[in-house]
Structure formats: C-alpha cells, structure tokens
C-alpha cells in the first residue's frame, strides 16, 4: 500500500457522492485517471485492507433495535466447534474468540442484532441448545456512545 | 428511534445490492439502474433519500484494520455511574475507537479500538490505565463471523 491508497482512503471512508460520476473528484483530487481509482480499490479489496466497498446500513432506522453482546465460556477444545455452530445462525452478525482473563471466563462472543430485546434472548437460548453450552450472559447495549466504524 | 419507514421495492432492491456489490465502475448508479431496470438519476434519487433518513450510512470502503497493516482490541472498563458520561467521552475522543456501548454488569463501558500499530495500541492502552479504572484488554484470537450483509 502506498500513499497514495491512504490517500485514496481517506477520501473514499465518509462515503463517496451519490453523483453520477463518484470517483471523479477523488481522480481529480489525486491527479491520477478515474480508472486508476477503481482499479487500486478493487487492488485494495483484493489484498484484504478493504473488506467490502459497499453501503453501511443503519439497523436502527430500519427498526432492529436490540444488540446484545453475547458472551460463552467455551472449554478450548471445543471452541472450532462452537464458533461454527453460532456463526450459521442469521441472527448473529459477528463471531470471535476472544482471550480469557484471569477476572473473566468468557472467551467466545456472539454479536445478535434483532427489533426485541426477547428475540435476542431466545436466539442466545437457541443456540445455548444447540451447543450444549450453558455458561453465557447476554449484554445488551444500553447506550451507543460511538459507531464509526474503522477509520484511518 | 424508529421512524415509520415507507421502503419501496427500488429501495430494498438497492439496499440489498448494494452492500455487497456495489459496482466498481465509471458511473456505478448507471449500472444499478440498468441491473435493477430504472434510471440512473432514480438511483441516486432514491440512494440520496435512504442517506437522509439513514437507512444507509455510507456508500465506501469498509476498513480491515488487520489488512491495513494495525491492530485491534477489546477494551472492557468499569466505571462508576456518575463517571460514564466524562469517560465515554474521552474514550471517543480517539480516531482509533470505532465502537463504543454502556452495557450492564460490573464492566460497563465496552468500546473497540484499531489502531495503525502496535506501538499506538500500547501507547492507547497507556492512557487508558492512566484513567485508573480498572479494565480487561480482549483482542481477538480467532474470527468465525464478520457481518457482511443485511437483507431489508
């Protein structure tokens, strides 16, 4: 990655223009052709420090409202097993592993997204079954006091 | 928060589209326009109103802060209740803290952070403890999930 494609991304991670000719600008800004752009973003999302280029939703407006941080403690060997189990439910947006502490036991989490704070409970039931795994709290976001998303 | 959303059929074809296959061309609401049978300024028309109402945050690049070269954690702090406010708002003052939520239990103050190196999360981590709460640190050891989609 060069500076250029820093550049690139930080004029791009805000969102590009809803005009007919979006890379335009960015082209223009950068003295370099509009297809050199797209080229170095598709370049970019190849080599992974791009995910996706594509919109971000706002689960909110469109009414899903409950986001619970699901926490597992999952005995280690186990863990592949499980991690693969919760990310097959549709509910659960994200799935790590995550380090223990020594003043916290849960080491698998599951991000659940849903409009009721009950249907996130019973997803989290749902999958306590499915997984045989019963040590779990669910924590509901109570306030969101950030949601950019990554930047640079 | 939720708004009474009227989504039309033009809208929840874009916004299911979109997310994950934005076209990477020249004059990508053209293409839109042509896949889903419509013009290329009732594309932009209908895109700029779901920003306004913010079903869609943004239409750009979604950050990989691992393929970008940085590093990311967890950060879990407690922080007694007449302190959330001032802590929350000093958390976000980093660029680097993407995600920042008040959930319940002991650990109230959760909030992700990417920064560009290991240094600056060392660095970062620094001034978190500088704070004196005290707080676990739980980056990830393994990802089986990273939300890419959202169907409306």
Partial sequence: MDDLDLKLIKLTQDGVDLVPDPFKEIALELAIPETEVIDRIEALVERGAIRRFGASIGHRVLGIVANAMCVWNVPDDRVEEVGAVMAGFGEVSHCYERVRCPEWDYNL?????????????????????????????????????????VRI | MIHELELDDTDRQLVNLIQLDFPLDLHPFQTLGDQIGTSEQEVIDHLRRLTDIGVIRRIGPILNTKGLGGVSTLVAMQVPEDAIDRVASWINGFDEVSHNYLRPGAYNIWFTVSASS?????????????????FLELPVTRLFKIGVKFEV
């Fill in chain 1, 109 to 149: 989490y599951a991000m659940i997204h849903a409009r009721t704070r009950e249907e996130c409970e019973r997803t989290a039931h749902d999958i306590s079954r499915a997984t045989g795994i019963s040590e779990y709290m669910i924590l509901f976001s109570e306030r969101e006091f950030k949601k950019t998303g």
């Fill in chain 2, 118 to 134: 290991k240094e600056r999360l060392h660095e970062m981590v620094g001034e978190i403890e500088a704070l004196g709460y005290p």
